[in-house]
């Protein structure tokens, strides 16, 4: 299994709502992230965890929540978010954080998440 | 901080070649990836250089001079299928964990 799932594929919420993110991968890799990329625009890092701790928070806003409950899963929890935090939402994986060979990253194929 | 820049678009005709280049500045380089992602998908990893000289993979290579901060990706025998965004990221050994940092990426247009 060399895949990367995220669900919802879709998800449109109001500003008031709560609703969470879901990745999934069974590569046995210990480090996952979570991106966030709008239209025309690069991924953009913000939050990695290594061996199921929050190793990096990019300074991203407190509406934003993480969780990773163990080694395959990886939650983002949203509330209370604005218009402008729509955008596809990207998880990825790779066998550790670091450098050295190729320790490539694997994506899901994205949460495409609309505010309302 | 680190700069990364590549070509915002670039057109070429099916069967052709096109080369991507991309140029960074970066304190601690430990890596660059070139990844492929068509709209509304997840970026795929294509190549990773972290030592001077050519990377082939079938009808795609990629170049790296670390002394010129300079990387290309080469795309042969073009397909329809191969119009994408092109993503360039380079991995810093300065910065927390395997942090990526992306160019803006590069349009490949194919035409017949």
């Known amino acids: 299994d060399t895949e990367v799932t995220q669900t919802p594929k879709h998800l449109v919420m109001g500003m008031t709502n709560k609703k969470s993110l879901k990745c999934e991968q069974h590569m046995g890799h210990r480090a996952m992230y979570w991106y966030k990329q709008k239209a025309k625009k690069p991924p953009e890092l913000m939050f990695v965890?290594?061996?199921?701790?929050?190793?990096i928070n990019e300074s991203v806003p407190s509406r934003f929540s993480p969780e990773c409950p163990n080694s395959s899963l990886l939650n983002l929890h949203l509330h209370a978010l604005q218009p402008e935090d729509s955008a596809l939402y990207l998880c990825?994986?790779?066998?550790?954080?670091?450098?050295?060979?190729?320790?490539?990253?694997?994506f899901g194929p994205g949460t495409r998440l609309t505010v309302l | 901080g680190q700069n990364i820049d590549q070509p915002t678009e670039m057109t070429a005709t099916e069967g052709a070649i096109v080369q991507i280049n991309c140029t960074y500045q970066t304190s601690g380089f430990n890596g660059l990836f070139w990844y492929q992602q068509h709209a509304g998908e997840a970026p795929t990893f294509l190549s990773y250089n972290v030592l001077d000289g050519l990377e082939e993979k079938g009808r795609f290579s990629s170049f790296l001079s670390r002394s010129k901060g300079y990387s290309y990706l080469l795309l042969k025998e073009l397909q329809m299928k191969d119009s994408a965004s092109y993503l360039c990221a380079v991995r810093d050994r300065k910065a927390a964990g395997n942090k990526l940092t992306f160019g803006g990426g590069t349009r490949v247009l194919v035409k017949p």
């Open positions: 965890y290594s061996y199921e701790k929050l190793s």
């Open positions: 990825a994986s790779s066998q550790a954080i670091g450098g050295g060979s190729y320790n490539e990253q694997f």
